[in-house]
């Protein structure tokens, strides 16, 4: 129980704390997240908070302003199939909003396109991300408060490829 407390205290103050060097990742340390030397941490990253120690960043990485780094997506008792290690191996550079998903291990040297949801592994030394975001669709009926969402989708029309 009085770990448990640690942890979620040590996780919340590690959000918000200056020093991405120093100060939040010795609290993630303290929570059981295995890290390298020299890593920044930025401030409001979350690092999974029922199993830190299932997370393991390597040497001179980087974790971008407001990623969000789980090893389980469960809720009540444990459920292994939806539990597993993230490994973020050494120089790797995650980019500010990016989501990094349990079963993962994003090779040496690699770097994660801000906003990008990493679900798979990524090799060594590979520039990681969707696309440049793009056109879906044209908007017919504005999604405001005087329409509602069902009248938005069917007012979408889809864009011709060239």
């Given at each position: 129980m009085l770990k448990s407390l640690v942890n979620r205290?040590?996780?919340k103050i590690a959000y918000i704390a200056p020093g991405g060097y120093t100060l939040r990742v010795w609290l993630q340390r303290?929570?059981?997240v295995r890290i390298g030397k020299n890593v920044w941490i930025s401030q409001f990253v979350h690092i999974d908070e029922l199993h830190p120690e299932a997370v393991e960043i390597g040497d001179n990485c980087t974790i971008g302003f407001r990623t969000s780094i789980f090893s389980h997506l469960y809720w009540g008792p444990r459920r292994n199939?939806?539990?597993g290690k993230v490994v973020?191996?050494?120089?790797v550079y995650i980019?500010?909003?990016s989501l990094i998903l349990p079963n993962t291990r994003i090779g040496e040297g690699s770097v994660i396109k801000?906003?990008?949801v990493v679900d798979c592994n990524v090799p060594p030394y590979t520039f990681w991300g969707l696309p440049g975001a793009a056109a879906l669709?044209?908007?017919t009926v504005p999604l405001t408060p005087k329409s509602s969402y069902e009248e938005?989708?069917?007012g979408l029309r889809p864009l011709r490829e060239k």
């Open positions: 205290i040590s996780q303290i929570r059981g199939s939806e539990f973020i191996e050494k120089d980019g500010p909003h801000g906003g990008t669709a044209k908007v938005f989708i069917y």
